[in-house]
């Protein structure tokens, strides 16, 4: 069954590649997600519109379910960090889930608690309904395949956690 989450990770370039990996992923589209202006540009989104840098991320939830989803975002965000991840800083880089279908809340919550219990510390990531996401700008998507030596704060071998042995 097809399903979408939208999840913010810092630098949304990094984000997109490391989901692209899995199976069970149809597809991704980096943007920005639950700020006040429409269509922000990537300019105005790092002056403080409100927006977080988000990827939309589309399933088979057949394939790859959610809680396999949220086991691997929490493998590459510090989900105690307030607006900040790696050497990116601002509110455009804070960490996030974002759903669309209100019978997801119930199960987010569970893993985030149990996640949250494990690491012994309170996080920083917010659980919310979707309110807006625009598409980011053409440049920006699938941004470190063009630019394989491009910045991310997600170390590279993440990005092989799916490949054959």
Known sequence: MKKTIYLAGGCFWGVQKFFDQFDGVIGTKTGYAN??????????????????????????????????????????????????????????????????????????????????????????????????FFSAEEYHQKYLEKNPGGYCHIPAKMFHLNEKK
């Open 35 to 132: 700020g006040e202006k429409e269509n922000p540009t990537y300019e105005e989104v790092c002056h403080d519109s409100g927006h977080a840098e988000t990827v939309e991320i589309i399933y088979d939830s057949e394939i790859l379910d959610l809680e396999a989803i949220l086991d691997y975002y929490f493998l590459v965000i510090d989900p105690v960090s307030v607006n900040k991840q790696g050497e990116d800083s601002g509110i455009q880089y804070r960490t996030g889930i974002y759903y669309v279908d209100e019978d997801m809340k119930a199960e987010i919550m569970k893993i985030y608690t149990k996640k949250e219990r494990e690491a012994g510390e309170k996080f920083a990531v917010e659980v919310l309904p979707l309110k807006n």
